[in-house]
């Protein structure tokens, strides 16, 4: 499975940006399609997910403000993303795996994506 992640860019506070993450190989392995980030000198955190069922989960830093979605015939995802802040500043990674138990965990995840940048100033 390789996962590209695209969209990524610099924001003001305030600001909306769209990520988009295209899948390819098996898609029985990206059942379930998570976004993560991870700042400078931070463990990667779970910020939303999304299973091929339809179900999702966000981070509560996030809720209300991220919404995922997926396109199973295509393969993508995307992570619309309003309202940002600077402590959203981090690279973003796409991740995939054939099933998980906890969707916001790293370890639930087998692929993964090369990130893409998110910069957000004040």
């Known amino acids: 499975v390789q996962l590209v992640e695209s969209g990524g860019g610099s924001v003001q506070a305030g600001g909306s940006l769209i990520l988009s993450c295209a899948a390819s190989?098996?898609?029985?392995?990206?059942?379930?399609l998570g976004w993560f980030r991870q700042a400078p000198g931070e463990e990667r955190e779970g910020v939303a997910a999304?299973?091929?069922?339809?179900?999702?989960s966000y981070a509560d830093s996030v809720k209300g403000r991220f919404t995922s979605s997926r396109d199973n015939a295509k393969n993508t995802l995307k992570l619309q993303m309003n309202m940002l802040k600077p402590e959203g500043t981090a690279m973003y990674y796409c991740?995939?795996?054939?099933?998980?138990?906890?969707?916001?965990?790293?370890?639930?995840?087998?692929?993964w994506g090369q990130g893409t940048q998110v910069t957000v100033s004040s």
């Open positions: 991740a995939a795996s054939r099933w998980v138990l906890s969707p916001l965990i790293r370890g639930s995840y087998n692929y």
């Open positions: 190989g098996s898609s029985d392995s990206t059942t379930c």
């Open positions: 999304i299973c091929r069922n339809g179900r999702t």
